[in-house]
């Protein structure tokens, strides 16, 4: 293999891994009505596992990032996989709700935490010169992941039950990707790689710097309105399709819920990339505020036409095109989002709060955003 071509194969290895890694999150909604059932438990205890995986995935960034450069990406992105897949294995036998929250909650999100830190730090040393494209193309491998998985997951539920389903997958996905990292490496002296562009302004902060720095607190403020309305959608999507009655009506001979689900992916996956290069053409904040307000727009949309499957459909499509983001706001996207519903009894007013987070989110990356981070960088040493 010519040595300047081994990036693009890591690039290749690093989108496989990605997609192994993506159903734990994106294809949790079709299995809380099942762990419901089985677990007797109500629809925000269950939710409380994706909190913790979205929690876990998020915020043990740094000692995961920390791991990955200490004992390189080949072997901490396979137990990443592999920590992911038995996730989904043992959440088969959980009988309770604390099991499920240690077995779906705890190695899920550790396992794809590490995978998607790991994968990302190392297309950035492998793509000095592009890293925007690669980090946005093994990002949309996340995005894309569920596409193959989430009809095959639906017809195996539906004929074989939730624990045979979990652990077949579980055992699929956690191989796969363990395999494309045994692949991985670092570069060395002897690839070659293109040089990093000349940057005009570039400044590296510590993070008390940073926790003191107003766009920081903008930036995080808006990222977890975001992220709350994005992932109370991710969660909760099989629940409300069930109450709006579309779930199973067939569009184009194939039932609404999987084939919302399977589009979402698409569009999803494409979004990463495609923002990207937008923000690359007409800045940060105008991308965010076309996005976030898109957003806004479809959704509305779609609750308006809630009670017609192909518009659930193409409209969810939309939806999940303009979410890029997760945090702190798992606990609001997830239990507490139905808690909202189980306490007025429609799925309404948690549509209304996204819709009203969206709005505001993209409206500040204009009026507020813009001008702070103008700020920040006028005063900050190049």
């Not at 990032?65 to 592999?82: E, H, N, Q, S, T």
């Not at 539920?157 to 796969?176: E, M």
């Not at 053409?281 to 479809?298: C, H, P, Y």
Request: proline share 5%; charged share 10%; with cysteine.
């Amino acid at each position: 293999m010519a040595k300047a071509s081994a990036r693009w194969v890591q690039l290749g290895l690093g989108l496989i891994a990605m997609m192994a890694i993506s159903s734990p999150q994106y294809v949790w909604t079709l299995f809380t009505k099942s762990f419901q059932d089985n677990l007797g438990a109500t629809l925000p205890a269950i939710q409380i596992t994706f909190s913790v995986v979205i929690v876990l995935q998020t915020w043990l960034s740094p000692l995961q990032g920390y791991l990955v450069d200490k004992f390189g990406p080949r072997l901490l992105i396979a137990l990443g996989c592999l920590l992911s897949g038995a996730g989904w294995v043992l959440s088969a036998q959980a009988t309770s709700l604390t099991g499920l929250y240690l077995t779906y909650g705890l190695f899920c999100g550790i396992g794809t935490g590490i995978v998607y830190v790991g994968i990302i730090g190392l297309m950035v040393r492998w793509f000095p010169d592009r890293r925007g494209l690669a980090t946005g193309v093994v990002a949309a491998g996340y995005g894309f992941g569920a596409i193959a998985t989430t009809f095959p997951i639906d017809s195996m539920l539906k004929s074989a039950g939730y624990q045979h389903t979990l652990v077949v997958f579980g055992i699929i996905l956690g191989l796969v990707g363990a395999v494309a990292a045994l692949a991985m490496r670092m570069p060395n002296g002897g690839d070659v790689l293109p040089p990093a562009p000349a940057m005009t302004r570039s400044r590296d902060v510590a993070p008390r710097q940073m926790l003191r720095a107003p766009v920081f607190w903008l930036l995080f403020a808006m990222m977890t309105m975001m992220s709350t309305g994005g992932l109370m959608i991710i969660s909760q999507f099989a629940a409300f399709s069930r109450d709006f009655g579309v779930a199973n009506v067939l569009v184009f001979g194939l039932a609404a819920l999987p084939l919302a689900l399977t589009v979402d992916r698409i569009t999803n996956g494409l979004t990463r990339p495609f923002f990207g290069w937008l923000s690359d053409q007409i800045g940060r904040e105008n991308t965010m505020a076309l996005a976030f307000l898109m957003e806004a727009a479809a959704v509305a949309i779609m609750v308006v036409f809630r009670n017609d499957a192909l518009v659930f459909v193409v409209l969810s499509a939309v939806v999940f095109f303009g979410y890029m983001a997760q945090g702190v706001g798992s606990v609001l996207g997830g239990p507490l989002a139905a808690l909202l519903h189980d306490a007025t009894g429609s799925w309404l007013p948690v549509f209304g709060i996204i819709i009203a987070m969206d709005v505001l989110t993209g409206c500040l990356a204009l009026i507020a955003l813009k001008p702070v981070r103008r700020r920040y960088l006028a005063v900050s040493p190049a």
